[in-house]
């Protein structure tokens, strides 16, 4: 009976023995497993994030190298377009305006007639200029000559003519030029007004001209220079004939 008694107990207590090995094997395997898990997905995320960094920044590369080549290919384009020489090129060049091209002969020779009778009133516009201040506005009076033998009269330019009366004639003299300076009329503003208005028309003509002399084609070119040759011949013979002094405006209107 003793001896059943302690095979039992050791049969129980082998079994209890075996049961927690069993246990804390188990646990042990099971907390593994989980380490390894961890690890697995936190190596995969991280690989993940990794390629998504990478994937942006070559994405970004990509753009930047994409933008520049943009730019050099329109900066490219730009340099080719523009010229910067003499050429007898005309086809789909703008001048002045971005619409103002000519595809074809009679397009550019329509072009051609526009820079020229362009030119040919700009040069106008000094003649009217001088014909206002000489024979409208009356700006130029004569003055003392006391040659006998010059026939032709000496003329000042005055902006209003000198009074027959000597005190009044005196009493203007005797003021300052501030103070003629500031005198304004009606007249006097209606005069300027006008000079004003002939003056801007002028240089809006002029600098449109430049601007169509600087595309370097010789069409346009020789367009703007003939209008200027034929209108300078035209308003100096008239002005001859009508007996308008040259003015420094009307001989120098481009320089």
């Not at 023995?17 to 690890?39: E, G, I, L, R, Y």
């Not at 936190?42 to 994405?59: E, G, K, P, Q, R």
């Not at 003299?173 to 300027?192: E, I």
């Amino acid at each position: 009976m003793a001896m059943e008694s302690s095979a039992s107990v050791t049969s129980m207590v082998m079994s209890a023995t075996s049961a927690m090995v069993s246990s804390m094997a188990s646990s042990m395997a099971s907390s593994m497993s989980m380490d390894m898990d961890m690890d697995m997905s936190s190596s995969t995320s991280s690989m993940a994030s990794d390629h998504m960094n990478h994937a942006s920044s070559s994405s970004t590369m990509d753009m930047a190298s994409s933008t520049s080549s943009s730019m050099d290919m329109d900066h490219g384009s730009m340099d080719m377009s523009m010229n910067s020489y003499m050429t007898t090129n005309y086809d789909s060049y703008p001048v002045v305006f971005k619409t103002l091209t000519a595809s074809s002969g009679g397009a550019a020779f329509g072009i051609f007639c526009v820079l020229f009778f362009s030119a040919f009133f700009y040069r106008g516009l000094a003649f009217l200029a001088a014909y206002l201040e000489q024979r409208v506005f009356k700006t130029e009076v004569p003055c003392q000559n006391n040659d006998d033998t010059d026939t032709e009269a000496k003329c000042c330019d005055v902006d209003v003519p000198v009074s027959n009366n000597p005190e009044i004639a005196n009493s203007e003299k005797d003021r300052s030029v501030l103070a003629k300076f500031f005198h304004f009329t009606p007249q006097s503003l209606y005069r300027d007004f006008i000079r004003l208005i002939i003056t801007f028309v002028s240089a809006m003509f002029g600098y449109a001209l430049m601007l169509a002399v600087m595309s370097f084609v010789i069409t346009y070119f020789f367009a703007v220079v003939l209008g200027m040759a034929f209108g300078e011949i035209f308003f100096l013979r008239l002005a001859t004939v009508m007996g308008i002094r040259h003015t420094g405006m009307f001989c120098s209107s481009l320089h």
